[in-house]
């Protein structure tokens, strides 16, 4: 098969080639011709002889002699390669070959001399400008007797030789689109292997505490790249590395790219990895440094580090020197931190492309090149022998910090960054000790020294017994703390809130007409009639003879009936007292003045002689236009109430370039119209912009963004990216703070009119295709949230949901899986989401936990007190360790109790007297081990009198409890506190039913023995006075 040469990109490459070389400028200004030949040699993998092929031709040609004159192109090459280039030899026909010296192709001689060949060739560099000097590249020396000869030839010829290395360095620097694209592949293939690979390798090591070597370690990588799995699904025949990986820790680095990965162990300080990926001829780099438990000063570092990176990409840009670039850095480090300024790197990176490193082209204070737009630089910077002041081990003492990528200039803006691996701390630390080991450590550390691994091993086990057996004991210790902080952080919170009082809004007053001259002249009101004015949404109505106008708002509903001869039109108002609806609050302007409550008209249902119509009809006409103008009303009062309070948004800047971050095919919930839409996602400079197939916009800007969620596909019918917002946004004539995207993965609805067996092909067949459509739209929504991530400098962070934490639970009307975030409890993948930010959580409250119950109740309170507290209901009992864990771990205090407890009365409570309740010991009365529980009694039975209700019922929390309901639950508490204190003092079960039985007849609730044991162990609570006693003796 013919192998095909890309002719467009040779005569486009060429040009640029002559077009630097006629303006003379530098070492091009002293050649006459240009020689390129290409040898035989396994070893060499980088030279400027076959880069300048590869760039020419897409492919290494060796034993080939390129000569370049002024006027033509002379290629000496073997028969095979000579008809592989007549492809661009042969220009006719083609209009891109315009303004191309001619090809002349020369078969190479089976001989080695070549002689007439050699001849040729330079006759043609002696016709060329003054035919004195010869552009060669110094550095590249093939071994061979034919090149050999060549060389010798022109030698003998007494042909100077000038090293044009640099200036077509320069030249090919510049990379076009079709470039760019396999630099960013090959980029992102790094990225890939690196976070899938090498970094989730290096936490396997550090988890098991195993001894690796460096160079074992590098070697893996390398054979990694063979999988396809790690190569975002590219062929691996055309991926290699670009140099060993290299792998340094234990105080022994060297910041440089020829260095090789050394036999020692990997130890667990500092691990600096350096890796670089070729793809199809054309390179990437990257480097990271790996902290495990760094300390403190360790950070610090590393966050400068991180600064001075940032500095270094403002300052690459087109047609700025690269010494000044470098200088501009080294006086940031200078200025910052000037201790640091001898421990960075001598040089900040060099251009790249399809050699590794161009050597022209290097980042120090003496590069006198300019950079251009669409340059590809590999950006690398560290700091060398820095001190470890805690390090007690020699590998401990010294460590070094070096970070870098690939990345592309631009015209004006700062550098983008083709390697978008994550490298804040968070990002790149492996935090392993726990406060109390600490002091063990150096009994640890000498104990492995004196018995080897397995003494360590056991004392790991011994350790982790006895972690779990107080792991309980732990997280109550720590839930003290948080409770004593909780109370004094609510209180001082709550202090510093008062005075500032709510100014409840007064109801709109709806003037009709603001003098009389505004007043409708129609026939109608003359004859006392019902006359409706739209234009100023008023009915005026005869009253005593008297035309009086009313606005609509002041009616509350009107109806109709017709009674034998008569019709009957009643017209209901709003007054003091009337029920304006729960959110609208019953305030009126001038509560004292009169109202007028009703008015009914009748009219006749009879034409009498000489009218020209039925009286009724006026009173039909008026009941159907006033609901009309109602309705109206109703609909734009609905709307500005959606706007109230609306934070007016930044505008969007929108990024005209092609490249932004963009998802195809998305569902937006909450919908912008009745039907649902698909439409794109696109990321622009300061906000994401969706746009529906019919044109519909919906702008989110980042600033607004609490949280930005993204919820994959593993176990979901769909995948979601959710956005929970700092401040409501309106589309679709509607308010909403949260707002997402998504699509179906597979079939949501099954046909199960298919009556096929399980293992027929179409199923087998149809689960593959649902397989790789997951594994494809996963990949496609991970590129576009780190595509954004990187646009945005991390400042928006996206968070995954951890589902192994997840659990079951009922927020609103349907059970669903809620997961915990880095910020946030979540779900999003059920209508209406769930979204809780942790920081807003003042504690969480654990109802109906007994055990004979399958499942409990969670209520959230946030640390604004007059924000309604959030039930999660039915969450199966089970779950309910995880979640103390999860909330222990997460510092948020968690209290737990039998009963339902009303909370709109309790935060009430709170709000209204907030001393009082802290001085009553806040919220210790929630926590059934606060001290001083018998002496605490009676205060917090006094809370409960205010503010708990037995009913589990939310509808029952709205009505007033009579105070019998109180005074038998204040009978309950103290019944329940004598049966505790009395179960504490040690009694048997025999003695506690006696008891149980004394007490039951003496409130006049006798059970019979047989009954009491045949049931002892299957009673269940129930809300009458004695569930509480019965719990205690279940316990």
Not at 54 to 83: P, R
Not at 108 to 119: A, H, I, L, T, V
Not at 214 to 219: I, N, R, T, V, Y
């Amino acid at each position: 098969m013919a192998v095909n040469l890309d002719k467009e990109a040779y005569y486009r490459r060429i040009k640029r080639l002559y077009s630097n070389w006629k303006k003379g400028e530098d070492e091009f200004g002293k050649v006459d011709a240009i020689v390129v030949s290409v040898g035989v040699d396994e070893e060499i993998v980088y030279a400027k002889s076959t880069a300048i092929q590869t760039w020419l031709f897409g492919y290494e040609l060796t034993d080939t002699i390129m000569v370049f004159c002024d006027t033509k192109i002379i290629f000496l090459a073997s028969k095979k390669k000579v008809d592989f280039l007549k492809q661009v030899a042969i220009t006719k026909g083609n209009e891109n070959a315009n303004g191309v010296p001619p090809i002349t192709l020369l078969t190479r001689e089976k001989n080695e001399s070549n002689k007439g060949n050699f001849d040729k060739m330079i006759e043609a560099i002696r016709g060329s400008k003054e035919g004195k000097t010869v552009g060669v590249f110094s550095k590249d020396k093939f071994p061979g007797e034919y090149m050999k000869s060549w060389n010798d030839t022109i030698t003998a010829e007494g042909l100077e030789k000038v090293d044009i290395s640099a200036v077509v360095a320069y030249t090919m620097a510049v990379k076009e689109d079709g470039e760019l694209n396999l630099m960013k592949k090959a980029a992102a293939i790094t990225s890939e292997v690196y976070s899938k690979f090498f970094k989730e390798r290096v936490m396997e090591i550090v988890d098991a505490d195993e001894k690796v070597r460096h160079s074992k370690l590098a070697e893996s990588v390398e054979k990694a790249i063979e999988e396809k799995k790690y190569l975002g699904g590219a062929d691996p025949s055309t991926v290699e590395m670009c140099y060993p990986p290299i792998i340094q820790s234990g105080g022994n680095y060297s910041l440089k790219f020829s260095v090789v990965s050394d036999k020692n162990h990997m130890h667990f300080g500092a691990i600096t990895c350096a890796m670089g990926i070729r793809y199809k001829s054309y390179c990437s780099n990257l480097v990271r440094t790996l902290m495990v438990d760094p300390p403190q000063e360790m950070q610090d570092n590393y966050n400068f580090l991180l600064q001075v990176e940032e500095e270094l990409l403002k300052q690459l840009k087109h047609g700025v020197k690269i010494s000044d670039a470098y200088n501009a850095v080294l006086e940031h480090v200078k200025k910052e931190k000037s201790d640091l300024v001898a421990k960075l790197t001598k040089n900040l990176g060099f251009a790249m492309g399809i050699e590794f490193r161009e050597g022209s082209l290097v980042l120090n204070a003496k590069n006198q090149y300019k950079l251009k737009k669409g340059m590809v630089l590999s950006i690398s910077l560290g700091f060398a022998d820095l001190v470890n002041k805690d390090g007690k081990k020699e590998e401990q003492k010294k460590y070094a910090l070096f970070i870098g990528d690939t990345i592309q200039i631009n015209e004006e803006e700062a550098a983008t960054v083709l390697t978008p691996v994550k490298k804040k701390i968070k990002n790149v630390g492996i935090f392993l000790k726990n406060d109390d080991e600490d002091d063990d450590e150096e009994d640890g550390d000498d104990a492995e020294e004196l018995l080897g691994k397995g003494a360590r091993s056991a004392a790991l086990l011994a350790d982790r017994t006895r972690n779990e057996m107080t792991a309980e004991e732990k997280r109550r210790a720590h839930q003290k703390e948080l409770a004593n902080h909780l109370n004094e952080e609510a209180k001082r919170r709550l202090t510093e809130q008062k005075g500032e009082q709510q100014i409840q809004k007064a109801r709109k007053s709806n003037v009709s007409y603001k003098n009389v001259s505004q007043m409708p002249r129609e026939k109608e009101i003359r004859e006392m009639k019902i006359f409706i004015d739209k234009k100023y949404e008023t009915v005026v109505m005869p009253v005593f003879g008297i035309a009086t106008p009313f606005h609509i708002a002041t009616i509350k509903n009107i109806s109709m009936s017709v009674e034998g001869d008569y019709t009957y039109l009643r017209i209901n108002f709003y007054v003091p007292g009337s029920s304006l609806g729960r959110q609208e609050g019953n305030i009126f302007p001038n509560p004292d003045a009169t109202f007028v409550k009703e008015i009914t008209y009748r009219a006749s249902n009879l034409k009498a002689p000489g009218d020209t119509s039925v009286p009724s009809t006026n009173l039909q006409n008026a009941f159907r236009i006033i609901k009309e103008v109602q309705k109206r009303y109703k609909t734009r009062e609905a709307e500005e109430k959606e706007k109230e309070g609306i934070v007016k948004q930044d505008s969007l800047v929108i990024n005209l370039n092609r490249s932004n971050p963009k998802l195809k095919d998305l569902y937006i919930r909450p919908n912008i119209a009745q039907k649902r839409m698909q439409g794109s996602l696109e990321a622009h400079t300061n906000g994401f912009r969706f746009t529906s197939v019919r044109g519909d916009k919906v702008d989110i800007l980042y600033n607004n963004i609490k949280h930005a969620i993204f919820q994959p596909c593993d176990g979901e019918m769909i995948i979601v990216l959710h956005f929970h917002l700092k401040n409501a946004i309106m589309f679709g004539k509607r308010r909403h703070t949260d707002v997402q995207f998504y699509t179906e993965v597979g079939e949501i609805t099954t046909d199960l009119g298919k009556h096929q067996h399980m293992h027929d092909r179409d199923d087998l067949y149809a689960e593959q295709m649902e397989r790789e459509m997951r594994h494809k739209l996963k990949s496609a929504f991970k590129n576009f949230i780190e595509k954004v991530e990187t646009l945005t400098k991390e400042e928006l962070e996206f968070e995954v949901p951890f589902r192994d934490l997840g659990f079951q639970g009922a927020p609103y009307r349907s059970t669903c899986l809620l997961q915990p975030t880095s910020g946030s409890l979540v779900n999003t993948t059920e209508w209406p989401p769930f979204v809780v930010t942790l920081d807003e959580v003042e504690l969480v409250h654990f109802e109906r936990v007994q055990f004979h119950l399958k499942n409990f109740d969670v209520v959230i309170v946030y640390k604004d007190y007059n924000k309604k507290v959030t039930m999660i209901n039915a969450v199966p009992v089970n779950s309910l360790d995880p979640i103390k864990e999860w909330l222990n771990s997460c510092d948020i205090k968690y209290t737990e109790g039998v009963q339902s407890l009303n909370w709109t009365k309790i935060m009430k409570t709170i709000v209204d007297d907030p001393e009082g309740f802290f001085e009553q010991g806040g919220w210790s009365f929630l926590d059934p081990e606060s001290e001083g529980s018998g002496a605490e009694e009676d205060s917090e039975s006094e809370i409960e009198d205010e503010t708990f209700n037995p009913s589990a019922d939310e509808e029952e929390e709205e009505e007033e409890d009579s105070d019998e309901d109180y005074s038998d639950e204040t009978e309950d508490s103290d019944y329940s506190a004598s049966v505790g204190s009395e179960e504490e003092s040690g009694k048997d079960w025999d003695e506690l039913e006696e008891e149980a039985r004394k007490a039951d007849k003496e409130s006049h609730y006798e059970d019979t023995e047989e009954t009491a044991n045949a049931n002892n162990k299957k009673r269940k609570v129930r809300p009458s006075s004695h569930a509480p006693s019965k719990k205690k003796r279940r316990s």
